[in-house]
């Protein structure tokens, strides 16, 4: 019997509350669930949506120990796009932060990265690179899209860089 592949990353406190990311194999690429952890007992707060054509492929997951915690490094490959991410926790507080590039190769250049789920963790858009990255958009079915890029202007191909992070 095959392993399904999965990799989680938690950070909780004495009391055995903190935040955790499961990620987990869905066929042909990962997606991945954020849970709010509360006296040890997991709450999903947040999905993410991995059949939109415009969102990351991951296809490849690795784990990395370091002095500072686990680090999960993602890449893959779909509809023209080469994508690249890290996913691990700041050394301070319980922020968990996604690190995420799309190279772009045809048009359409934009890409969307999208959530469904609820309110209790927030998310924070933490910086962007290269081109305009702020744009966030919560609608009241609980669906969260978090645009990497505008690029109404730029020609491909092109590497867009997105950072967000959960708390």
Request: glycine share 8%; hydrophobic share 40%.
């Amino acid at each position: 019997m095959t392993d399904i592949p999965r990799a989680t990353l938690e950070k909780l406190n004495d009391n055995g509350s903190g935040l955790r990311v499961d990620f987990h194999w869905l066929g042909d690429r990962f997606g991945h669930t954020i849970a709010a952890v509360k006296d040890g007992v997991a709450t999903i707060e947040w999905k993410s949506v991995d059949d939109d054509p415009l969102g990351p492929v991951y296809q490849e997951l690795h784990e990395q120990q370091t002095d500072g915690g686990k680090i999960l490094f993602l890449n893959g490959a779909g509809n023209g796009t080469h994508w690249s991410a890290s996913v691990l926790f700041e050394a301070e507080g319980c922020l968990l932060t996604f690190d995420v590039a799309a190279r772009v190769r045809e048009e359409p250049l934009e890409r969307a990265i999208e959530y469904r789920g609820h309110f209790e963790v927030k998310p924070i858009i933490t910086s962007s690179h290269l081109h305009d990255a702020t744009h966030r958009h919560l609608d009241e079915t609980g669906k969260l899209v978090l645009f990497l890029t505008d690029v109404a202007e730029v020609k491909s191909p092109v590497t867009l860089r997105y950072k967000y992070a959960f708390q």
